[in-house]
């Protein structure tokens, strides 16, 4: 069976709206710094509920999926390339901030994303 961009992008949008259960090391925010040329990930903690919602460790309040938010990382990390920033994160960072398989591949398949975005100068969503 022959693949087509459309048909990839079908999966991995079907892919997307799955349940994921959320890491209690804490969430990233993804973005380019294009003056830089840089792909940064702000690390946000959280604390996950009984219920399995990100809460704010400061306020005891869920966090929202949506919308803005106003909290303070806890940790800038920035790379030039997705396999720079895994290696910063993943690698060299202790305790690691991800502790969760599935969250660690979700974070280098976004920055790979990120990375192809900053190279070809397309815009950059996170997923």
Same mark, same amino acid.
């Given at each position: @069976?022959?693949? $087509?961009? #459309?048909?990839?992008?079908?999966? *991995?949008?079907?892919?997307?709206?799955?349940?994921?259960?959320? *890491?209690?090391?804490?969430?990233?925010?993804?973005?380019?710094?294009? %003056? $830089?040329?840089?792909?940064?990930?702000?690390?946000?903690?959280?604390?996950?509920?009984?219920?399995?919602?990100?809460? *704010?460790? #400061?306020?005891? +309040?869920?966090?929202?999926?949506?919308?803005?938010?106003?909290?303070?990382?806890? $940790?800038?990390?920035?790379?030039?390339?997705? +396999? #720079?920033?895994?290696?910063?994160?993943? %690698?060299? $960072?202790?305790?690691?901030?991800?502790? @969760?398989?599935?969250?660690?591949?979700?974070?280098?398949? #976004?920055?790979?994303?990120? %990375?192809?975005?900053?190279?070809?100068?397309? %815009?950059?969503?996170? *997923?």
């Amino acid at each position: @069976m022959s693949q $087509t961009l #459309e048909n990839l992008t079908a999966i *991995d949008d079907k892919l997307s709206k799955r349940h994921i259960d959320l *890491d209690p090391g804490g969430y990233f925010i993804i973005y380019l710094d294009r %003056e $830089t040329s840089l792909i940064c990930a702000k690390h946000f903690t959280n604390i996950i509920d009984d219920r399995g919602l990100a809460v *704010d460790p #400061e306020t005891g +309040k869920p966090i929202p999926a949506r919308g803005k938010v106003e909290r303070t990382q806890s $940790t800038l990390f920035t790379g030039r390339t997705a +396999k #720079e920033l895994c290696v910063k994160i993943l %690698e060299e $960072t202790r305790p690691c901030p991800v502790t @969760m398989l599935d969250h660690a591949a979700y974070l280098g398949r #976004e920055f790979l994303r990120a %990375e192809i975005a900053l190279l070809s100068d397309r %815009e950059y969503v996170q *997923d």
